[in-house]
Each structure stands twice: as structure tokens, then as C-alpha cells.
């Protein structure tokens, strides 16, 4: 693949997750209770624990392919420096927009419970890659040798494995401030906080080193084999560790190394694959490259449009909460994932053919929505 092609595979990869995603938010919570009881759900929820491991792992990969380009930039403090510290700061911003209990800075100070300020600190994916993202932004300022630095994201993900099971039984709100504490653990409703899902982001970062090495050597066939057989290696380990091999009381440590290691091997075997699928498709273009490519509107709007009370002062997913069957909840996921699609492809090109468009419409949202917020 040339590399013009801006790693589409793991573009592709990301899209398609990103579509799963939609999936996840959408069917299962609108899904009748007992169908989630038959025996195909169980299939259905693995497929659907690997969506996560993937966006954070391809957020990370990409994110060092493109600091790649620049790293004298960055430690100038030049346009490419505060273009992706923008674009991180915008990854927050959606992250706690997504969380915000009341529309309304009055309403949110004079209702600052524990449960409200829990509700809007509580850290989601885009949380978990954002300030990921951060982390590998700096280390990459700081470490100016390539070797270094891709050193500290293997050292960083093999941290966050070790600890994580250490991590997830101290409650840190009894230490500091709940803002930071709810990064660490689960233990205040965090759905996924550092601890593991760091991980993922280090580990992908780690193996663009791989890829970087293999596109300079004109060696991708080889990177992408060797990406199939270990991640076939990893996910079975994986399986057999916690399932067979480990004693009972091993295999119930949470966050487990080994859930870690099986999706990762999902997820590079995917890669490896995605690879092979477009060896030969030198122009190869796919709706799910553009969702890939404007992946934060995406996620942000596909929850909006699920969970804002915007029917009638009733979000979607209460309206039809636990009530569709099987075809019914497929028929209304079908529709989300195809206006996402839709909404993702406009807005791609909108952003391609028309940058200052794009940009000013960007600034009015934002700060239309903010002077809502402080006014309401």
C-alpha cells in the first residue's frame, strides 16, 4: 500500500468500529430484556466489547503516524502543535458535553450535588483517548529520540496492565478531587477510565513504530502477516489463560491482563487483515473512511440524538427503552448508522471543498451552545 494512502487500514478499522459502536448505544438499549437472554446475544456482546479496544488503539496508532510528520513543529510550539492540542481540547469539550446533567450553568451551580457533579465527571471513551492523546502529545515533545519515545508508550501500556487491578480497589474521591478520580477507576460509574483503556492507546502508539519501520522498508505485506499470527497468538493465550489455565481466583482479577491481550489480538489480526483487503485497491474509497475520518461528530451525535430529551422532553432511547424485539430495534440501528453515515460524508466534504466554511460553522455551534448555556 502506498503510503499516499494515509494508512487507510486503519482507517477502515476505525470506521468500522465506530459503525459497531452505533450499534452497541442503539440495539442493546432498546432491545426487550428477554431476548438479551438467547443464545446468540453472548456472541453478539463479545463482538460488541471489541469496539472500544479498537477506537482507542487506531486513536492512538494514528495519532503518532501523523505527529510523525512534524515533531520539530511541536517543539516550536508551531501551527501543528496547536492544531492537535485543538483538536484534543475539542475531544474534551465533546467528552463532557456528552455528560452535562442540565443545559444550563444556573441550573447545573444550584444543583451541584454529588450525584450531578458525578453524572458530569464521570469519564467516558472519548475522556480515555483525549487525555491519552495528551500524554502521548507531550512525551512526544519531550522525547526527542524516536527509540525513547516508543519506549515509554510500551513501558506506559505495560504500567497500566500491572496496576490496573491495584487501581480498581482504591476509591481516589477519598484522596483527590473526584474530577481526577473517576480516571482511575470504575468504583463512581467511569465506564472506562485509564486503567485498562490506557492501554490500548500506548500499545497502538507503540506498534506505529512497527509500521513506520515496515512502510520505510517498503515491508508492509510482512508487517500486516506478522500482525495476523501474533494477534492469533495473543487472543488465544488470552482465552485459554483466563478460561483454562488459571486458577479460579487468577482468572477473577479485574482489570485482567489477559481480557487485555485477547481483544488486543482481535484487534491487530483485524488490522493485519484490513491490510490484505485493500493490498490491491490503491483507490479505494468506502463510506467508512469518512465516518472513520470524522469520527468525534459521529460518536458525539449518534448520543445526542439518543439520550437528549429532544421528542417531546423525552430522549429516544427512554422512549423505547427495553421495548423493541429484534427486527424493530435492527430497523431504527439501521436508520442511526445510515444518518450518521450521511451526516459524516456532508460534513467530510464540506471540510475538504470548503475549509472556512466549515471552520466558521464549527465556531458559531460551539459558541451558540455556550451562550445558551450561561444564559439559559
Same mark, same amino acid.
Given at each position: 500500500m502506498a503510503a499516499k494512502n494515509r494508512a487507510l487500514f486503519i482507517d477502515l478499522l476505525k470506521g468500522l468500529a465506530l459503525v459497531v459502536m452505533i450499534e452497541v448505544h442503539v440495539f442493546n438499549s432498546l432491545l426487550l430484556p428477554e431476548i438479551k437472554q438467547a443464545w446468540w446475544f453472548n456472541y453478539l456482546h463479545f463482538i460488541n466489547g471489541l469496539v472500544a479496544p479498537a477506537f482507542t488503539f487506531t486513536s492512538g496508532m494514528v495519532f503518532v503516524l @501523523?505527529?510523525?510528520?512534524? @515533531?520539530?513543529?511541536? +517543539?516550536?510550539?508551531?501551527?501543528?502543535? #496547536?492544531? =492537535?492540542?485543538?483538536?484534543?481540547?475539542? @475531544?474534551? !469539550?465533546?467528552? *463532557?458535553?456528552?455528560?452535562?446533567?442540565?443545559?444550563?450553568? =444556573?441550573?447545573? !451551580? /444550584?444543583?451541584?450535588?454529588?450525584?450531578?457533579?458525578?453524572?458530569?465527571?464521570?469519564?467516558?471513551?472519548?475522556?480515555?483517548?483525549?487525555?491519552?492523546? !495528551?500524554?502521548?502529545?507531550?512525551?512526544?515533545?519531550?522525547?526527542?529520540? /524516536?527509540?525513547?519515545?516508543? /519506549?515509554?508508550?510500551?513501558?506506559?501500556?505495560?504500567?497500566?496492565?500491572?496496576?490496573?487491578?491495584?487501581? #480498581?480497589?482504591?476509591?481516589?474521591?477519598?484522596?483527590?478531587?473526584?474530577?481526577?478520580?473517576? *480516571?482511575? /477507576? =470504575?468504583?463512581?460509574?467511569?465506564?472506562?477510565?485509564?486503567?485498562?483503556? #490506557?492501554?490500548?492507546?500506548?500499545?497502538?502508539? &507503540?506498534?506505529?513504530?512497527? &509500521?513506520?519501520?515496515? +512502510? $520505510?522498508?517498503?515491508? $508492509? $505485506? =510482512?508487517?500486516?502477516?506478522?500482525?495476523?499470527?501474533?494477534?492469533?497468538?495473543?487472543f488465544f493465550s488470552g482465552v485459554l489463560m483466563i478460561n483454562v489455565l488459571l486458577p479460579e481466583n487468577l482468572a477473577a482479577i479485574i482489570p485482567h491482563p489477559f481480557f487485555f491481550i485477547e481483544r488486543l489480538g482481535v484487534i491487530m489480526a483485524l488490522l493485519g487483515g484490513g491490510w490484505y483487503f485493500l493490498r490491491n485497491k490503491p483507490n479505494y474509497n468506502s463510506i467508512l473512511l469518512d465516518v472513520s475520518r470524522e469520527s468525534l461528530l459521529v460518536y458525539w451525535l449518534h448520543l445526542q440524538l439518543l439520550y437528549r430529551d429532544i421528542f417531546s422532553g423525552k430522549s429516544l432511547a427512554f422512549i423505547y427503552d427495553d421495548k423493541l424485539n429484534v427486527l424493530e430495534a435492527s430497523i431504527v440501528t439501521i436508520i442511526m448508522v445510515a444518518l450518521m453515515m450521511v451526516v459524516a460524508k456532508v460534513w467530510g466534504t464540506l471540510k475538504r471543498e470548503k475549509p472556512l466554511w466549515a471552520r466558521w460553522i464549527t465556531i458559531a455551534i460551539i459558541g451558540g451552545a455556550f451562550l445558551l448555556f450561561v444564559t439559559r
Open positions: @501523523v505527529l510523525a510528520k512534524g @515533531v520539530g513543529d511541536l +517543539r516550536k510550539f508551531g501551527k501543528d502543535f #496547536w492544531k =492537535r492540542l485543538s483538536r484534543i481540547g475539542m @475531544v474534551f !469539550l465533546a467528552a *463532557y458535553s456528552l455528560h452535562i446533567p442540565f443545559f444550563s450553568l =444556573r441550573k447545573l !451551580l /444550584n444543583n451541584a450535588t454529588f450525584a450531578n457533579l458525578n453524572s458530569l465527571f464521570t469519564v467516558d471513551v472519548l475522556q480515555t483517548i483525549a487525555s491519552g492523546l !495528551l500524554v502521548l502529545l507531550i512525551a512526544r515533545m519531550v522525547f526527542t529520540n /524516536n527509540k525513547t519515545f516508543f /519506549n515509554f508508550s510500551g513501558v506506559m501500556t505495560l504500567i497500566i496492565l500491572l496496576l490496573g487491578p491495584l487501581a #480498581w480497589k482504591i476509591d481516589f474521591s477519598q484522596h483527590i478531587p473526584l474530577f481526577f478520580a473517576n *480516571y482511575l /477507576n =470504575r468504583m463512581h460509574n467511569s465506564q472506562f477510565p485509564i486503567f485498562p483503556w #490506557w492501554g490500548f492507546i500506548f500499545s497502538g502508539a &507503540y506498534i506505529a513504530k512497527f &509500521y513506520l519501520q515496515a +512502510r $520505510e522498508n517498503n515491508a $508492509e $505485506e =510482512r508487517f500486516a502477516k506478522k500482525l495476523i499470527i501474533i494477534g492469533i497468538a495473543f
